[in-house]
DNA sequence: TATGAATGAGCTTTCATTCAT
DNA sequence: GATGAATGAAAGCTCATTCAT
C-alpha cells in the first residue's frame, strides 16, 4: 500500500516501498535523537543508505518524510492493538486486557509516538487533518468496547461519559511515553497498568 | 527576578526585565503562529519593537528565547494556581475547587502551554531539567491536597494511587488544550470539568 | 545526413535519424517555451517519446541536443529558401521576390528562429562556429542574386555596398520575428515587405 | 534613484545605491563572459567584492541582478543618447548626426547591449514589459527627428514609412555589435555609418 | 545602549549523467 | 537498443550571529 498521497518519480511500486521503509526507519531515529527541523534531508538519506538524489527519487520535499514517519507509526500501533483486539466483543474482562495490550504497544513505541507528537504542527494544514483522522479511528476503538459492555448491561455509561473515558484511556497511554522521567521511575508498566485500570473501573462500577 | 540563567551584556536589571518582557511577549505569538524553528530572530526582535542587535545585548542564542518564554509560562501558570488555591487545606471541596481552577488557567493558556510542549524539545539538555522541576511543583501542588485530604480522612489512598491521581489530573488539564480539536466540540468547559471530576471522586471514594 | 558533429552509441544509422527528428521536434518546443537552460534533459527525453536513457544513446551532453536543433533550423530556413529562389538568376523582379520569400520564412519559423538566436550563445566554442557559417552562407544569396544583377547592369554597386545591404535584407527578416511585439501590431507582412523593399531600391536606383 | 522594483532588506537608499552599482559592474562581466545561467550567485557576490549573504541583502532572487541590469544598461545607453541629441531639432544634418552617435555608443556598450538581450528572455513576464517600454523610448527619439524633417519640408514620409525606418536605424546600430563577427572584419564604424546613413538617405530623398 | 549591515556556514532541492539490467 | 533507478556536484537562498558605528 504505497502511500500515494506523497508524490515519487520512480515508478516501480515494490520498489518505492522498499527505500520508503529505509527512508522512514532511519528517519525515525533521527527525529527521535535531535527532531525534524534539526535533521537533514542529507543525513536521512545517509540513515536509509542512499544519496541525497535517491531520497528526493521517492519524495517531493523533506516534509514529506515527515508525513511518512506519521502515517507508518500510526499505521503500526493501529495494527498492532487490531492483532489482539475485537473492538466489538465487550466486556470487562476484554476492556482490561484492550488497555494492557495498548499501555504496551504505547510502551515498545515510546520513541516513534514522541517524535510523532512533537512533530506533528510541522506537518502542513493538508496532511494534519489526515493524522488526527487517525488518531480518532484510535479512540473510537475504545469507545466501541464500551459501547458493547454498556450492550451487554455490564456497565452504565452516557454517551458523553463513554467518549470523555476513552480519550482519557488513550492520553493514558500517551501519558506512559511522555511523561517517562517521572513515570517510569515510580512504577512498573504493570504497576501503572493496573493502577489505571483500577481507578477506571471503580469509577464506572459505581455507577 | 531576573532570570539569571540567561547571559546579558546590558547591566542596568530594570532594562534587561522590561527587554526581555517585551521578547517574551512577542515570541510567544509567533511560536504560536509558526513554532520556534520556522521563527526567526529578527522576527522575534520586530515583534518585540526592537532592533535585531538590540534582541542580542538580552540573549546569547536563539534557544535563550525559547527558554525564557516556557520559564514565564510556567511561572503564570504556577501564579495563577497559587492565587487561588492553598494546597495545605485538604478537603474534597478543595480539591474540585483546585481542579476547577487549573483546568480554567489551561483554558486560558492553552495556547502558551501548547507552545511550550512541543517546542520544550528543542531546549539544551542544560535547560530541559530546570523546566521539568517546575512541572513537578505542580503536580505536586495536587498531591499535597490530596494528602491533606488522606490526613483528614476524607479519602484512603496508598502513596502510589496519589501520586499517579495527581499526574492524572495534570495531565487531563493539558488534555484540554492538546485535543481542543475533539474535545472542545464535544464538551464546554464546565462539562468536561465536572465529568472529569466525577470519574475522579468515584475511583478515590468507593475505595 | 545524419550529423556526425555529435557521437552516438548506436550505430544503425537510420535509426539514429529518426530517433534524432524525435529528440529535435520535441526539444523545439519546449526551447521555444522556456529557453534551453530551464529545459531538463527528462522533459527533452519525454517530449520526444523516449527514455532519458535512450536519449543518451543518441547524444554525449545536454549541449549536443541545442547544437542539433540550431544544426536543422538553419537547414529548414535554408532548405525553405532553395526551393523558391535561385540565387545566380538576377533580376530586381527575382531580388523582390527573393526578399518577399525570405520574409515569409521567417515568418512562419519566427519561434524557431528565435529560439536559435537567443540560445545559440551557450553552444560550446566549438559549434558556434559551424552555425555562423551556415548564416553566412544564407546572406551570400542575397548577395549573390545582387551581384547578377549588377552584372546584367540592373544596379550600380561597389562590392561593399552589396555586402552591407546584403545583411541588411537578413536582418531586417529577423527583425520581423525578433520585434514581433511592436512591428505587427504596425504592420501586416506584406506591408512590412513591401515598405522595406521600396525603402530598399529605391536606395539602389538612385546611384 | 534607486530601483524600487527590486526589494531590499537594508533601508539605507544611498547603501543600496553604492551597493547595486558594485553588483551590476560584477554581473555585467560575468553574464558577457558565461551569461546569466551560467553565472551563479556566489560569483555574482564576490565579482561584486561581497559576501553571498550581502547580495541578498539588497536582492530577493537571482532574477533580480538581471532586471538590474538590463535597466541599467537602457538608462545608459539613453543617458548617453540625450547628452549629444536633442530630438525635436530636425534636419537632414541632425539626423546623420543622430545615427553616428548612437551608433558609436552602441559600437562603445556592444557587449553590455549584447548581453541584455539574450539574457532579457529571462526575466520574468512582469519586468519584460518594463524593459520593452524603455526600448521603444527609444525608437521614439528617432522619430521624433524624423517628424521634424518632415514638418521641415525637408523629407516626405508617411507615418508607417517613418515609423519603420526609425526600427531600421535602431536594428542596424544594433547590428554592429550582434554581427560583430563578420560586420566588424569588413568596414570600420566610421564607414560602416556612412554606408548605412547613405543608403537611408538615398531612399528618403528620391521621394 | 541601540542599531542594522555584513557574514558565511549550511540548508533544501535540482538535474545532467551513468550503468546495471 | 532501451530502460529508469541511482548518483552527487552544485545551485539558490536563509538566517543566527557579530561588530563597527
Known amino acids: 500500500m504505497t502511500n500515494q498521497n506523497v508524490h515519487a518519480s520512480v515508478k516501480d511500486e515494490r520498489l ?28 536521512i538519506a545517509k540513515a536509509a543508505g542512499f544519496s541525497i538524489g535517491t531520497l528526493y527519487e521517492y519524495i517531493r520535499q523533506k516534509e514529506d518524510v515527515l508525513y511518512l514517519v506519521c502515517d507508518r507509526i ?10 489482539d483486539i475485537d473492538p466489538n466483543q465487550g466486556s470487562i474482562e476484554n476492556l482490561k486486557k484492550a488497555i494492557s495490550n495498548y499501555f504496551i504497544v504505547m510502551d515498545e513505541m515510546q520513541d516513534e509516538v514522541l517524535v510523532m507528537y512533537q512533530e506533528a504542527k510541522s506537518l502542513t494544514k493538508d496532511a494534519l487533518p489526515y493524522v488526527l483522522k487517525k488518531e ?18 455490564e456497565i452504565v455509561l452516557s454517551d458523553h461519559e463513554r467518549k470523555l473515558i476513552s480519550h482519557n484511556i488513550f ?24 493502577l489505571q485500570i483500577q481507578n477506571l473501573l471503580q469509577g464506572i462500577h459505581s455507577k
Open 16 to 43: 518505492i516501498e522498499i527505500r520508503r521503509d529505509q527512508m522512514i526507519t532511519g528517519a525515525v531515529s533521527l527525529f527521535k535523537e535531535k527532531g525534524f527541523h534539526r535533521t537533514t534531508t542529507r543525513e
Open 74 to 83: 500510526y499505521d503500526q500501533v493501529r495494527e498492532r492493538l487490531n492483532e
Open 136 to 153: 480518532l479511528e484510535m479512540v473510537e476503538m475504545f469507545e466501541s468496547i464500551l459501547s458493547s459492555c454498556v450492550e451487554n448491561g
Open 171 to 194: 492520553v493514558q497511554g500517551q501519558m506512559w511515553g511522555f511523561r517517562r522521567w517521572v513515570l517510569q521511575s515510580l512504577y512498573t508498566l504493570e504497576e501503572y497498568t493496573n
